[in-house]
């Protein structure tokens, strides 16, 4: 008989995801994994699986979060204001360190297009469903379904790419250009 899990799954969850985001899948060993987490060989594979299992579960879970954000202020701004926040807020957070780790679902797009397709296509389908969120504010904002649509492929584009920027160490104000330009862009053609 298997002993019961004595650890908080969710906290040890947490621990994996910050190492994946910030090494990638590839360059996080097992041994790397068993001790961020504080758990056994035995512990991890009773509650994990494996690697790629808890990968997947950590890139699940960064998707959800990463929507979480959008969706909780959307209440709470106007849909721009929703929008820009997202993007400024990821860079110019609390948390500095995490500021040049770039996008989870970004990096593992790039670490693993020509390595692992299931992978790579699991962080696509989240940007897209980010893609999908950035629309619907967009819609709300007082786009038409075909400038939603466009505006929200650009910012797309423009998350990636600053967040991608974000692992060069730039400079906070050349990381907020673009976002800015963006924005600038998006308020004049719907003004």
Same mark, same amino acid.
Not at 8 to 30: C, E, H, I, P
Not at 42 to 58: I, M, N, P, Q, W
Not at 140 to 149: P, R, S
């Given at each position: 008989?298997?002993?019961?899990?004595?650890?908080?799954?969710?906290?040890?969850?947490?621990? !994996?995801?910050?190492?994946?985001?910030?090494?990638?899948?590839?360059?996080?060993?097992? $041994?790397?994994?068993?001790?961020? +987490?504080?758990?056994?060989?035995? $512990?991890?594979?009773?509650?994990?699986?494996?690697?790629?299992?808890? =990968?997947?579960?950590?890139?699940?879970?960064?998707?959800?979060?990463?929507?979480?954000? #959008?969706?909780?202020?959307?209440?709470?701004?106007?849909?721009?204001? #929703?929008?820009?926040? =997202?993007? %400024? /807020?990821?860079?110019?957070?609390?948390?500095?360190?995490?500021?040049?780790?770039?996008?989870?679902?970004?990096?593992?797009?790039?670490?693993?297009?020509?390595?692992? !397709?299931?992978?790579? &296509?699991?962080?696509?389908? @989240?940007?897209? +469903?980010?893609?999908?969120?950035? /629309?619907?504010?967009?819609?709300? &904002?007082?786009?038409? +379904?075909?400038?939603? %649509?466009?505006?929200?492929?650009?910012?797309?584009?423009?998350?990636?790419?600053?967040?991608?920027?974000?692992?060069?160490?730039?400079?906070?104000?050349?990381? @907020?250009?673009?976002?800015? $330009?963006? =924005?600038?862009?998006?308020?004049? !053609?719907? !003004?």
């Amino acid at each position: 008989m298997a002993r019961p899990i004595e650890f908080d799954v969710s906290k040890a969850r947490d621990k !994996a995801l910050l190492l994946f985001w910030r090494k990638g899948y590839q360059a996080t060993s097992l $041994s790397d994994l068993l001790e961020v +987490t504080g758990i056994g060989r035995g $512990s991890f594979y009773a509650a994990f699986v494996d690697k790629r299992t808890l =990968f997947l579960e950590c890139l699940d879970l960064f998707g959800e979060r990463t929507k979480d954000i #959008v969706m909780r202020s959307r209440s709470e701004k106007p849909p721009l204001d #929703v929008l820009q926040n =997202f993007l %400024e /807020c990821s860079f110019f957070g609390a948390n500095s360190s995490k500021n040049q780790w770039g996008c989870m679902l970004v990096n593992t797009v790039l670490e693993m297009a020509e390595v692992d !397709a299931e992978l790579s &296509a699991r962080a696509s389908m @989240h940007l897209a +469903t980010m893609q999908t969120v950035f /629309c619907e504010c967009l819609l709300d &904002a007082g786009c038409t +379904t075909a400038q939603a %649509e466009e505006m929200a492929e650009l910012l797309m584009l423009v998350n990636e790419g600053v967040r991608v920027a974000s692992r060069r160490k730039l400079t906070a104000q050349q990381q @907020h250009a673009p976002i800015e $330009s963006a =924005f600038r862009l998006i308020r004049s !053609a719907i !003004a």
